[in-house]
């Protein structure tokens, strides 16, 4: 069972479409982050959220946090194909040493 | 600033051989964590080096070995190769006090093992 679920799996929408991608656990996060990562690179940080009911934006991206530190959730206004990669959810449990613990990822497409 | 650097990129070893693979911390960060990432998998935590100690472990077997050095960079070692062990090393620095809380990533080393 993994620690920290993410949904979709998979999405392919068409440019100009909306989009929620989802980050949930039973266990509180410390602290959440959203990573994007394309084909061959690393992970690049999004966005850290901390406090429960938190929401960030980030140009079309609007990040929110759950009030009981127990989800997140990333929404894409308006895709573009530059959107398309991997986004994945990583969350700092106390419980677990204060290490990063990674979702399986959610692949985007944005087709033209 | 220079960011984390990782080498080789990519790399083929054959079952049973051993691997180094090494990494260089962002400027300024002494926190060093590796993580292995298999294809259409998020990253899996292998572990992290604070000030040159270990400072936790994931749920990986004593053949993932690691040092890191007095300027942190960072290498992790791989014996007795494994074909299930042919994955993305992502290597990610932190700063001081802040461990995990801001990780920054290399682009990783894909490794291969045939």
């Known amino acids: 069972t993994q620690l920290l679920e993410q949904s979709p799996q998979f999405l392919s929408i068409q440019e100009g479409e909306n989009l929620t991608v989802y980050c949930n656990s039973s266990?509180?996060?410390?602290?959440l982050q959203w990573y994007r990562q394309e084909p061959g690179e690393g992970p690049v940080l999004l966005v850290t959220?901390?406090?429960?009911?938190e929401v960030k934006k980030l140009k079309r991206l609007t990040f929110q946090f759950g009030d009981a530190r127990k989800d997140s959730s990333l929404h894409i206004t308006a895709a573009q194909p530059g959107d398309t990669g991997l986004y994945l959810c990583?969350?700092?449990?106390?419980?677990?040493?204060?290490?990063?613990?990674f979702g399986a990822g959610t692949i985007l497409r944005v087709k033209s | 600033e220079t960011g984390v650097t990782q080498s080789p990129t990519h790399l083929i070893k054959t079952r049973g051989q051993q691997v180094t693979l090494r990494c260089s911390s962002q400027?300024?960060?002494?926190?060093v964590s590796w993580y292995q990432q298999a294809l259409g998998q998020g990253p899996q935590f292998i572990f992290q080096?604070?000030?040159?100690?270990?400072?936790g472990r994931g749920n990986f077997p004593p053949r993932f070995s690691g040092l890191q050095f007095p300027n942190y960079s960072s290498e992790l070692n791989v014996n007795a190769l494994e074909l299930d062990d042919s994955a993305l090393y992502l290597c990610?620095?932190?700063?001081?006090?802040?461990?995990?809380?801001?990780?920054?990533f290399g682009q990783g080393t894909r490794l291969t093992v045939v």
């Open positions: 080096y604070y000030r040159e100690e270990e400072n």
């Open positions: 990583a969350g700092v449990f106390m419980e677990y040493g204060n290490k990063l613990v």
């Open positions: 990610a620095s932190s700063p001081q006090g802040m461990v995990d809380t801001e990780a920054f």
């Open positions: 400027s300024g960060h002494n926190t």
């Open positions: 266990s509180v996060f410390s602290s």
């Open positions: 959220v901390v406090t429960g009911g």
